[in-house]
């Protein structure tokens, strides 16, 4: 993965998946490969438990939280759900940044006190997705990024939230003070694309198949990368607030 960005201190962050399917991916191997030390969390293991035991986040300059095979407002994950938005509003009130990914994203907003709906069959995302910013601030690519979801986001009104990214179908980035969420998935290559339909084909719009979905990721995957490289050294520099080496 490469960058010109070196983190000059020891950064740490702590990378939840909610199962472990929900890999931490390429954007896991671009913040290792820009000197931060990451420890993974994973909240459903696969044994059937439910690790709700966070670490402190005193240890840690970076939460990054991904996506998840549930739905937020499913009643059967409220217990852990409720566990992992407190974490959130953990990480906000000590201005530690967090990065929600999809599902984490959605906990974000849920977090602040928005809500996650099911979205009408017309604006699910599954497949390659252009975003608009919607703020200098936000200064990564339309796309091409990754999406798979039939859930979307929707925030209260509250002046510390800014919109930074969105399409026609969702709120695609957002931000509150030190927390940024995102609907889209950055951090996909082609094996976790092809582990997720091994998983969840079934669950593939009438329009998909997996071969042809696995084609399409294939043609936008390099400049998708490209693109994930510039959103994980914005997070570093902006959100962290960490300097060039």
Not at 13 to 26: F, G, N, Q, R, T
Not at 143 to 165: M, Q, S, T, Y
């Amino acid at each position: 993965m490469s960058s010109d960005l070196q983190v000059s201190s020891d950064l740490r962050a702590l990378l939840i998946s909610h199962e472990e399917e929900a890999a931490p991916a390429i954007i896991g191997q671009m913040l290792a490969a820009r000197g931060v030390r990451i420890e993974r969390h994973v909240v459903l293991p696969p044994d059937g438990s439910v690790n709700t035991e966070f670490p402190d986040l005193d240890s840690y300059d970076l939460v990054v939280a991904f996506g998840s095979f549930h739905n937020a407002y499913d009643p059967t994950a409220a217990d852990w759900v409720g566990a992992e938005v407190e974490l959130i509003q953990q990480t906000m009130a000590t201005e530690t940044p967090y990065l929600g990914i999809c599902f984490g994203g959605q906990l974000l907003s849920m977090a602040v006190g928005g809500s996650v709906e099911l979205a009408p069959e017309a604006n699910q995302e599954v497949g390659v997705v252009q975003i608009k910013a919607r703020t200098p601030d936000f200064p990564v690519p339309s796309g091409p990024w990754f999406a798979w979801h039939e859930d979307r986001i929707r925030l209260p009104e509250d002046p510390r939230i800014e919109v930074l990214a969105d399409n026609e179908n969702a709120v695609q980035a957002f931000r509150c003070g030190s927390a940024v969420g995102l609907q889209f998935h950055p951090e996909v290559d082609r094996a976790l694309v092809a582990d997720w339909l091994r998983i969840g084909e079934h669950h593939l719009p009438a329009h998909w198949t997996s071969q042809r979905l696995l084609e399409v990721w294939a043609e936008a995957e390099p400049e998708a990368h490209r693109n994930c490289e510039l959103l994980v050294d914005w997070v570093i520099e902006d959100l962290v607030g960490a300097q060039r080496a």
